[in-house]
Protein backbone atom coordinates (compact mmCIF):
# COMPACT_ATOMS: atom_id res chain seq x y z
CA UNK A 1 0.00 0.00 0.00
CA UNK A 2 1.61 3.18 -1.12
CA UNK A 3 1.64 6.44 1.04
CA UNK A 4 -0.58 8.02 -1.83
CA UNK A 5 -3.34 5.70 -0.83
CA UNK A 6 -3.16 6.27 3.05
CA UNK A 7 -3.06 10.19 2.18
CA UNK A 8 -5.86 9.79 0.20
CA UNK A 9 -7.70 8.36 3.36
CA UNK A 10 -7.81 12.29 4.64
CA UNK A 11 -11.26 13.71 4.23
CA UNK A 12 -9.27 16.81 2.68
CA UNK A 13 -7.91 15.52 -0.27
CA UNK A 14 -9.51 16.89 -2.98
CA UNK A 15 -12.13 18.89 -1.36
CA UNK A 16 -11.97 22.37 -1.88
CA UNK A 17 -11.96 25.26 0.30
CA UNK A 18 -15.92 25.93 -0.68
CA UNK A 19 -16.91 22.45 0.00
CA UNK A 20 -15.24 22.31 3.61
CA UNK A 21 -16.94 25.90 4.57
CA UNK A 22 -20.60 24.85 2.86
CA UNK A 23 -20.65 21.81 4.67
CA UNK A 24 -19.56 23.08 8.15
CA UNK A 25 -21.98 26.26 7.44
CA UNK A 26 -24.83 23.81 6.09
CA UNK A 27 -24.18 20.87 9.43
CA UNK A 28 -22.85 23.85 12.51
CA UNK A 29 -24.06 27.24 11.28
CA UNK A 30 -21.96 30.87 11.54
CA UNK A 31 -22.39 30.75 15.13
CA UNK A 32 -21.35 27.81 16.19
CA UNK A 33 -18.24 28.28 13.69
CA UNK A 34 -17.72 31.66 15.71
CA UNK A 35 -18.04 30.24 19.05
CA UNK A 36 -15.35 27.21 18.29
CA UNK A 37 -13.34 29.02 16.04
CA UNK A 38 -13.24 32.62 17.16
CA UNK A 39 -12.36 34.00 13.62
CA UNK A 40 -14.30 37.06 12.90
CA UNK A 41 -15.28 35.78 9.08
CA UNK A 42 -18.10 34.02 10.82
CA UNK A 43 -19.41 36.66 12.78
CA UNK A 44 -19.63 39.95 11.47
CA UNK A 45 -22.28 39.59 8.71
CA UNK A 46 -21.00 36.25 7.70
CA UNK A 47 -21.39 34.60 4.27
CA UNK A 48 -19.36 31.67 2.59
CA UNK A 49 -17.93 33.39 0.20
CA UNK A 50 -16.68 36.14 2.87
CA UNK A 51 -15.34 33.33 4.53
CA UNK A 52 -13.52 31.82 1.57
CA UNK A 53 -12.07 35.60 0.69
CA UNK A 54 -10.78 35.47 4.37
CA UNK A 55 -9.62 31.98 4.98
CA UNK A 56 -7.78 32.03 1.57
CA UNK A 57 -5.67 34.79 2.37
CA UNK A 58 -4.85 33.41 6.38
CA UNK A 59 -3.13 30.52 6.46
CA UNK A 60 -3.55 30.10 10.03
CA UNK A 61 -7.34 30.48 9.78
CA UNK A 62 -7.92 27.90 7.26
CA UNK A 63 -5.58 25.44 9.00
CA UNK A 64 -7.52 26.28 12.22
CA UNK A 65 -10.91 25.80 10.41
CA UNK A 66 -9.42 22.66 8.37
CA UNK A 67 -8.27 20.99 11.53
CA UNK A 68 -12.82 21.57 12.92
CA UNK A 69 -13.59 20.08 9.84
CA UNK A 70 -11.39 16.62 10.66
CA UNK A 71 -12.27 16.55 13.95
CA UNK A 72 -15.42 17.55 14.58
CA UNK A 73 -17.38 17.09 11.15
CA UNK A 74 -16.00 14.07 10.45
CA UNK A 75 -15.06 12.92 14.02
CA UNK A 76 -11.93 11.53 13.00
CA UNK A 77 -9.84 10.39 15.81
CA UNK A 78 -6.95 12.97 16.83
CA UNK A 79 -3.80 12.21 15.19
CA UNK A 80 -0.38 11.00 16.77
CA UNK A 81 2.26 13.59 17.38
CA UNK A 82 3.93 12.77 14.01
CA UNK A 83 0.98 13.69 12.21
CA UNK A 84 -0.14 16.78 14.54
CA UNK A 85 2.35 19.77 13.37
CA UNK A 86 1.99 18.89 9.66
CA UNK A 87 -1.19 20.92 8.29
CA UNK A 88 -4.34 19.08 8.46
CA UNK A 89 -4.55 18.60 4.66
CA UNK A 90 -0.78 17.07 4.87
CA UNK A 91 -1.87 14.58 7.45
CA UNK A 92 -1.95 10.86 6.89
CA UNK A 93 -5.35 9.53 8.24
CA UNK A 94 -4.63 5.33 9.06
CA UNK A 95 -6.91 3.41 7.16
CA UNK A 96 -8.48 2.02 9.84
CA UNK A 97 -9.74 5.61 10.70
CA UNK A 98 -12.74 6.49 9.19
CA UNK A 99 -15.57 9.41 9.44
CA UNK A 100 -18.17 8.80 11.99
CA UNK A 101 -21.24 10.85 12.78
CA UNK A 102 -20.46 14.69 13.43
CA UNK A 103 -20.31 15.41 16.78
CA UNK A 104 -22.95 17.14 18.58
CA UNK A 105 -21.50 21.07 19.65
CA UNK A 106 -23.31 23.41 21.46
CA UNK A 107 -22.87 27.13 22.29
CA UNK A 108 -22.93 26.05 26.12
CA UNK A 109 -20.24 23.54 25.28
CA UNK A 110 -18.00 25.98 23.17
CA UNK A 111 -18.59 28.60 26.25
CA UNK A 112 -17.33 26.16 28.48
CA UNK A 113 -13.90 24.77 25.93
CA UNK A 114 -13.01 28.33 25.79
CA UNK A 115 -13.06 28.68 29.88
CA UNK A 116 -11.20 26.07 30.03
CA UNK A 117 -8.79 26.92 27.68
CA UNK A 118 -8.30 30.44 29.41
CA UNK A 119 -7.76 28.38 32.33
CA UNK A 120 -5.06 26.57 31.62
CA UNK A 121 -3.57 29.12 29.89
CA UNK A 122 -3.59 31.10 32.79
CA UNK A 123 -1.96 28.26 34.60
CA UNK A 124 0.65 27.78 32.06
CA UNK A 125 1.16 31.58 32.43
CA UNK A 126 2.02 31.55 36.19
CA UNK A 127 4.52 28.38 36.07
CA UNK A 128 6.03 29.89 33.39
CA UNK A 129 6.51 33.16 35.55
CA UNK A 130 7.95 31.56 38.64
CA UNK A 131 10.50 29.38 36.96
CA UNK A 132 12.01 32.71 35.41
CA UNK A 133 11.62 34.09 39.22
CA UNK A 134 13.66 31.12 40.25
CA UNK A 135 16.72 31.81 40.25
CA UNK A 136 18.81 29.74 42.48
CA UNK A 137 22.59 31.75 42.05
CA UNK A 138 21.12 35.24 43.15
CA UNK A 139 22.00 36.50 39.57
Not at 77 to 93: F, G, L
Not at 103 to 109: A, I, K, T
Not at 114 to 134: G, M
Request: glycine share 2%; net charge positive.
Amino acid sequence: MSTEEIYQNNPLHGTSLEQVVTELVEHYGFEILFAYLKLACFKNRPTIESSIKFLKKTEWAREKLEAFYLYKLKNLPKPDDSEYDKPPRDRIVPLTDKPRAPRELSLEDAERVEYNKQKKNAARAIRQKRSTDFNPWGV
